[in-house]
């Protein structure tokens, strides 16, 4: 099994340097894979470890397995 790679990220919020956008594949799971909560400002993502709730400023990775991670702000 080779080395994972990242496909696609994005930083709920954008970033100081600007906006931050998902590119299609992470688009695509905005809705389906990923839940939205508008009430609460909040994505929850699947991931290796089970859902996380991502907020303000964290990112989201999708990696070449197909797999979702967070990184906390």
């Known amino acids: 099994m080779g080395d994972l790679v990242v496909i696609d ?3 709920i919020g954008g970033t100081k340097a600007g906006p931050s956008m998902p ?3 992470l688009q695509q799971m905005l809705g389906t894979r990923i839940a939205i909560d508008m009430a609460s400002h909040t994505l929850t993502v ?10 303000q400023g ?3 990775v999708l ?8 990184q906390k702000a």
């Open 9 to 11: 990220s994005f930083t």
């Open 58 to 60: 964290d990112r989201i």
């Open 23 to 25: 590119g299609p594949r």
């Open 63 to 70: 990696w070449s397995d197909n797999s979702l991670e967070v």
């Open 46 to 55: 699947p991931t290796r470890q089970g859902p996380v709730i991502a907020g």
